[in-house]
């Protein structure tokens, strides 16, 4: 994934109500550009750090461009834009880098399935079935450790996305939660069981149902963005 037209740097001043950020670019310009980013975005971001952001020239947006790149306080990039994961892990699965998942015929995007009404991000067909992913973008790092973890915040939609994937693994239909890593200098993931304990459970079960957890690394740039390697998955 490559940026165009390219990102432009400034220094963030701060995050706020969650879908705001304040930002100085490097010629002096105040911005408040969008945060496309649920989650409590923990030691992905500092005030003052470097961050890299998109322009819109579209007259119908309220906000001139969307925080896609920020330096982390332990000197590390991470795309705090969740929205690019999908479109990520679909340009890798199409360009056959997430080997586990090769082969298929088909791929589906936001196709809904389960008791509790939810919506795969990918369901990918096979000459002998098909399998549902559903993916989950990873910024969560630490100073001490190279292990990168999810969530950064509690999340009840993750959890009853990991019971949709257990049922499916348990009627003998394969089930995947993938994570996107969307962190540099990241060679593992976990679960971060000290800030999310519920989800932390839900995926120990989803695993015993049979739900295979695949965990894949990016390689980072303000120039672009995309899928290398795969990482070791903790629990």
């Not at 993750?158 to 994937?165: F, M, P, Q, V, Y």
Request: charged share 25%; net charge negative.
């Amino acid at each position: 994934m490559h940026f165009e037209p390219p990102l432009e740097s400034a220094r963030l001043i701060k995050r706020y109500k969650r879908f705001l950020a304040d930002i100085e670019t490097d010629s002096g310009e105040l911005m408040t550009i969008h945060c496309a980013n649920t989650g409590s975005m923990l030691n992905c971001m500092s005030e003052g750090g470097r961050v890299w952001f998109s322009r819109s020239n579209d007259p119908k947006r309220k906000l001139p461009g969307s925080w896609e790149i920020g330096e982390t306080p332990h000197g590390r990039l991470a795309c705090i834009n969740t929205a690019r994961a999908n479109a990520l892990v679909e340009e890798a699965l199409n360009a056959g880098v997430i080997v586990e998942l090769a082969g298929f015929t088909a791929l589906k995007r936001e196709v809904p399935y389960g008791e509790e009404r939810s919506r795969i991000d990918f369901r990918l067909e096979y000459p002998d079935g098909a399998a549902y992913v559903e993916v989950k973008s990873v910024t969560l790092g630490f100073a001490d450790t190279d292990v990168a973890a999810f969530p950064d915040a509690r999340t009840e939609r993750g959890a009853k996305h990991l019971r949709e994937l257990a049922t499916l693994a348990r009627q003998g239909v394969r089930a995947v939660q993938l994570y996107c890593v969307n962190l540099s200098g990241i060679t593992a993931v976990r679960a971060a069981e000290e800030i999310d304990p519920g989800y932390a459970s839900a995926l120990k079960e989803a695993m015993a149902a049979g739900v295979e957890v695949l965990a894949y690394g990016v390689e980072i740039s303000p120039q672009g963005i995309r899928v290398s390697h795969r990482l070791d998955v903790q629990l």
